[in-house]
């Protein structure tokens, strides 16, 4: 049975084709891919945690992305980080006016992730929001 399992997960594996894309690969997908490249890239980078210091900026660069998708996954890419995206304040803080309500969402839980005392996720309120 355990080998049966063992063969099941290989052929799995090398069925969805998991190769790994390097995090200047998926940096350069941000910069020249289609649309489905660039949404696919924002949201694997994120993974890439160790190389924080390259995926921060290139996330931070896709909050102006022409695709929402784009802008809303940059942003909660960003969130990820925490402190380590203390740099995408300012980038985070004109996203939360984005004429998207997921990348405006998005963007304040980011917020609230990288200085939780500074941004408490209660007190940002959506701007666009109608009152009832």
């Not at 963007?107 to 009832?132: E, H, M, T, W």
Request: charged share 30%.
């Amino acid at each position: 049975m355990r080998i049966w399992m063992s063969c099941l997960a290989l052929i799995c594996l090398l069925a969805c084709g998991c190769k790994t894309k390097s995090t200047d690969d998926l940096i350069g997908n941000l910069k020249s891919g289609t649309s489905g490249e660039r949404i696919a890239a924002v949201r694997l980078l994120p993974q890439h945690g160790e190389d924080a210091e390259k995926v921060v900026p290139a996330l931070i660069e896709s909050l102006k992305d022409k695709k929402a998708d784009v802008r809303w996954s940059a942003a909660i890419g960003l969130g990820y980080f925490g402190a380590q995206a203390k740099d995408a304040v300012p980038a985070l803080q004109l996203a939360v006016r984005d004429p998207d309500a997921r990348v405006r969402e998005g963007a304040r839980v980011a917020l609230s992730r990288i200085d939780p005392n500074q941004f408490p996720l209660g007190s940002n309120r959506d701007p666009y929001k109608k009152k009832k």
